[in-house]
C-alpha cells in the first residue's frame, strides 16, 4: 500500500508539473519590438505666481464688445460651478474638501460675504459636480457624494452614492456630469505621467447607474479628461484630455475627443490623430505589437490645441445674451502649463463650431493672465471652472487667488 501511494503521489506531481498544451515545453513569451533612439528637449517654465489685485484686471483682453468683471474676490482653491435656475452657485473647494453656496441675493452683480456660506464639508478633494432630482452630487478622490437640496441653497450631510475609485496619484481633479441618457458619468485620470496604469477603471471615463450600485468602463486611453459634456444640439459627448508631460514643448498636445463607448483613445502610446508618442516606452503595449499597430486600433482626436495647456473645464454656450454666433459653442478654461519654453494656457478658450455643429479651431476669449516682464515669466491666475450665468453671461474661477469673474456682452447685437 505505501509503494502505491508514493506512486501515484509522484505520477500527479509529474503531470501538475507539465504546461498544458505544449508537451513539457512553455511558450515563449513575445518580445517587445524594437524601436529608434529618440532624444526629447524639455523645460520646466513655471510662471512666477502673482496674487490677483485690482489693477492686474486692465491686463486682461476680451474680444469686442465684452466687459469682464470680478465678483467674488477670497473664495480659497475655488474650482468647479453649478448654476441653479434661481441665480444660486454651488463652488467646490478642493484643497478644503467643501461645497459653497453662493447667491446675488440684492442684484448689485457681487456676491458680499454674507451671500457665501459653506453648505457640505468633509469631502476629500471634492471636485466635480452636478445635479439632479433635487439632489447635488459631487465627487472627490474615490468617492461620489450625494445630497438633498433645499430652496435657500442648504445640503444635507453628504451620504456615499458611490465608493471605491482608483487611487487619484498624479491627477486628483475628478470631474462628473449627468448624461442624456438618465446615467452618471465621472472621469478618473491616470495615477502617473505616460505608463500604463495597473487598475482597469483609472484614465477611464467611467459610467455609472442611476442608483450608483453599477458601473462600467465607458472610454479608455485618456490620461486626464477632466472637462467634459453633450453638444446641446447633436448630444455628441466631448471631452478635452491632457497630453503627457516632458515630452517636449509641442507633444502631445491638448485634444478635444468624441467619447464613445468602448472607444480606446490611445493613451499613453498615442496622441492626436492616432499618432505614436516616440518618447513612451513601447514594452507596455498589450500583445507587444509596434506602436503604429497599436495606434492604429485606437480612436483619434477631433481637435487639437497647444500642448500642455491644461484643459480643466468646459461648458456649452445656450444663452441669448453673446451674439449668436456663440449659441452652441463651447468655453474651456486652460488652466496653465508649468513645462513648456514659451508658456501656454492661462486663458479661458472659445471652441468654434460650424453650420454642422462640427468644431473647428480655438481662439482666445479671456487671456492675460500670463505675460513676460523682462526674461522672466509671471502670471496672475490658474483659471479653473466655467459655467453659464442665468442671465446668459459666463462665469469662471481662478483657483489661486479665489476670484470669481464674469463676462457680459455690452456691444451691439
Excluded at 461645497?99 to 478633494?125: C, H, I, P, W
Excluded at 477611464?204 to 459634456?229: A, Q
Excluded at 503604429?292 to 485606437?298: L, N, R, V
Excluded at 500642455?308 to 456663440?326: E, K, L, V
Aim: aromatic residues 10%; hydrophobic residues 35%; contains cysteine.
Amino acid at each position: 500500500m505505501r509503494r502505491f501511494l508514493l506512486t501515484a503521489l509522484t505520477a500527479a506531481l509529474a503531470v501538475s508539473a507539465t504546461p498544458a498544451g505544449a508537451q513539457g515545453v512553455p511558450a515563449p513569451r513575445p518580445i517587445p519590438p524594437g524601436e529608434p533612439p529618440v532624444t526629447v528637449t524639455a523645460t520646466r517654465n513655471e510662471p512666477t505666481p502673482l496674487e490677483f489685485t485690482a489693477d492686474k484686471l486692465s491686463r486682461l483682453k476680451v474680444p469686442a464688445g465684452f466687459t469682464l468683471k470680478v465678483m467674488a474676490t477670497g473664495l480659497g482653491n475655488a474650482r468647479m460651478m453649478h448654476v441653479m435656475p434661481d441665480g444660486g452657485i454651488y463652488l467646490t473647494r478642493r484643497a478644503q474638501g467643501d461645497v459653497y453656496y453662493l447667491k446675488d441675493v440684492n442684484g448689485d452683480g457681487q456676491f458680499e460675504a454674507t451671500e457665501r456660506r459653506r453648505v457640505a464639508q468633509n469631502m476629500s478633494l471634492a471636485h466635480g459636480l452636478d445635479v439632479r432630482d433635487g439632489k447635488l452630487y459631487v465627487v472627490g478622490e474615490k468617492t461620489i457624494w450625494v445630497m438633498d437640496m433645499a430652496k435657500d441653497g442648504s445640503l444635507s450631510v453628504p451620504r456615499v452614492f458611490a465608493d471605491g475609485f482608483p487611487d487619484a496619484g498624479q491627477h486628483p481633479a475628478r470631474t462628473l456630469g449627468w448624461g442624456p441618457d438618465g446615467y452618471l458619468y465621472a472621469t478618473f485620470g491616470a495615477t502617473n505621467n505616460d505608463s500604463p496604469t495597473q487598475n482597469p477603471e483609472e484614465a477611464t471615463l467611467l459610467r455609472l447607474s442611476p442608483d450608483g450600485k453599477s458601473r462600467e468602463v465607458y472610454s479608455r486611453g485618456l490620461r486626464h479628461t477632466i472637462g467634459f459634456g453633450w453638444h446641446p444640439v447633436t448630444g455628441v459627448l466631448y471631452g478635452w484630455d491632457q497630453g503627457s508631460d516632458w515630452h517636449g514643448d509641442n507633444i502631445p498636445p491638448e485634444e478635444l475627443n468624441v467619447l464613445e463607448r468602448g472607444k480606446n483613445y490611445g493613451w499613453p502610446f498615442c496622441y492626436g490623430d492616432k499618432n505614436p508618442d516616440p518618447y513612451v516606452n513601447v514594452s507596455g503595449i498589450p500583445g507587444k505589437i509596434t506602436k503604429a499597430e497599436y495606434c492604429a486600433g485606437t480612436t483619434g482626436s477631433v481637435l487639437n490645441h497647444t500642448a500642455h495647456a491644461a484643459a480643466i473645464a468646459m461648458d456649452f454656450y445656450t444663452g441669448s445674451q453673446f451674439p449668436a454666433a456663440y449659441r452652441n459653442s463651447a468655453f474651456v478654461a486652460f488652466r496653465g502649463s508649468w513645462n513648456r519654453n514659451e508658456p501656454s494656457g492661462y486663458e479661458i478658450g472659445h471652441v468654434t463650431f460650424d453650420a454642422n455643429n462640427k468644431p473647428t479651431g480655438v481662439t482666445p476669449f479671456v487671456s492675460g493672465f500670463v505675460y513676460q516682464d523682462g526674461d522672466v515669466w509671471k502670471q496672475f491666475g490658474r483659471v479653473a471652472g466655467v459655467a453659464q450665468y442665468t442671465d446668459g453671461s459666463l462665469l469662471f474661477t481662478d483657483d489661486q487667488s479665489g476670484v470669481l469673474y464674469r463676462v457680459l456682452y455690452t456691444g451691439g447685437k
